[in-house]
């Protein structure tokens, strides 16, 4: 079974985050790491393997030069090769330039399961998974916590907003996975050094016959106006608990009508 | 006027409060209109219209419960390529922001997700985003076809403007069920006495300070009083104190009431992203150094189950 599993590099959630000019992510500002939540994914991913399938696992990235740590980081914990797609022309793109990427990357490389985060770390749109589903005419499996692969098949558990859902699809399968699909394990010392001999291919729009139109900033089908710092909440009154904290906090949310 | 479409969120014909939010937001763009999947239809119909839909467009097929998402995606597609609304709005939860990118992509159209705000602007609907944990504030607009925006819960307070809808019932020619996800099975979550996360005006939540699954009857409690709804950290999800359906975060639900009470929380950047935008915060931690306190509007350094009972006691003082 060939699996591709997409990860993002992301800027560090917990640095201070920001824009550039041209209202994209900063990605100079502050350290990059492999969005926490495709961590995920790549377990899952090494699991099924574990399992007994016979898999093949591949992960994908699309960004600038250093979005190969994200790749080799995913190749420490596990798997067997990754692609780089970098292009200039990529800089800018939205969620439908960077969904046509990554599928067009994955149809050359082949697949029967697509693996992705639920969500990334700094767009946190939720959504590039289902577009991949979508362009590739297949099943989207979506936002699942438990993961079974067998006969054919992905099935799993949706935690939606109002209700818990089963669900099932053929593969080819696009699948999601949520942040309590299982913990993902630490690379070992030997799995980092291993990590740096398993081969890493890179493509650029060429190579997926895509035009430079397509995508980035010119490609895309909506534009950031403004992205402005929202100011600090101001300073509030802190107390600290004399035997009265609770009474204090009564009368404050009475006062502002909460009571 | 122009159409604007607004996909319905619904359990079993009870129309939820955030698709009432997108009729209001609807009314700044247009004349909304009202896409409603299932069977409970006759029931939505004067809810939709009390918040002004002046139609109702049914699709009631047996695809709608037996596939996920894509039943949507091609509903509106297809009543969007024949009515030629200018805006398609839908809830930001996963199904929401899912049919919302098939849609878009199907019209090649632009995209925004995640919209705290809507404007009418001179070139279509400008959006505002909360980014980066809330830390930034972005506007966009949509620069190709129709633009298709999923909309938080609270964006806007619901305001009614009855009108009497015309209910119009679609035939939707839905696509291959092989390429789509089967639902095996569909349970709605039960709805407890205590308002739904998304929906309430206070929430009370509890984190790894509370220290127990029996400790959040301290949280529950302060929760009744005040009329709130129960939010967790994931930290207390993940310690199996709560259920995953009540954690507020980044991964979990991302609120914006009026008042948000934090109690046993320390305020890392991911428990933020789902709380920062609230009007009101109200911390209660011991430790007086806890990021939290930094978005305070008021705080207890303290022990919370010392402070949270005394809270009550006189509240309910003050009442009597
Ligand atoms: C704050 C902010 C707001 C934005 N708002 C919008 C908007 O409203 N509309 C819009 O069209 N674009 C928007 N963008 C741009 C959009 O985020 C990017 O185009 C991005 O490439 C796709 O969206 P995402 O990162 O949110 O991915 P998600 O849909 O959240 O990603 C889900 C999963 O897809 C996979 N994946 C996503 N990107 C990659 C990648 N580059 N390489 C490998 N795998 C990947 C991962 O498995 C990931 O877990 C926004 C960007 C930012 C930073
Ligand atoms: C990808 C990713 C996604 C995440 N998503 C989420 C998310 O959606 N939601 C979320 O919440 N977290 C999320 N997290 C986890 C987040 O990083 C924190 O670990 C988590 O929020 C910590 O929860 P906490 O504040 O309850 O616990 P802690 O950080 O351990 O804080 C407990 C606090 O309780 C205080 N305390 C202890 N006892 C008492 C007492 N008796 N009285 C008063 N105060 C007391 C302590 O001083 C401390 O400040 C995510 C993490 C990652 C990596």
Redesign the interface.
Known sequence: MKIVVCVKHVPD??A????TEE?STDRESVDSLLSE?DEYAVEQALRIAESGVDAEISYLTVGPDDAKDALRKALAMGGDSATHVSDEDIEGS???GT?LVLARAIERHGFDLVLCG??S??G????V???LA??L???????IEELTVEDGTV?GR?????????????LP?VVSV???SGDARYPSFKGIMAAKKKPMETLDLADLGIDAGQVGRAG???????????P??SK??????D????????????A?K?? | MAEILVLVDHTEGVVRKPTLELLTLARRLGEPSAVFLGHDADSATEALGRYGAHKVYVVDAPEVDELLVTPAVDALTQIAGSTGPAAILLPSNPDGKETAARVALRLESGLITDAVDITAGEDGPVTEQSAFAATYQVTAHVTRGIPVITVKPNAAAPEPAPVTPEVEKWDVTFGPASAAAKVLSHSPRERGDRPELTEADIVVSGGRGVNGAENFAVIERVADTLGAAVGASRAAVDAGWYPHSHQVGQTGTQVSPQLYLAAGISGAIQHRAGMQTSKTIVAVNKDQDAPIFELADYGVVGDLFQVLPQLVEEIERRRS
């Open positions: 959630a917990t201070d985050r920001t824009f209202g939540l939205d969620a439908f969904s639920m969500a770390t700094d946190t749109m939720g959504v998974p289902a577009l979508e362009r005419g297949v099943p989207a499996v979506t936002h099935t949706r935690e939606g907003d109002s209700a818990t859902v089963r669900v099932q699809g053929s399968a949520t942040d309590r895309a089908w909506s534009a950031v106006d403004t992205a402005t710092r929202r600090p909440r509030g009154e802190i107390v600290t608990d035997g009265t904290g609770g009474t204090g906090l009564a009368a404050f949310l009475t502002k909460f009571a």
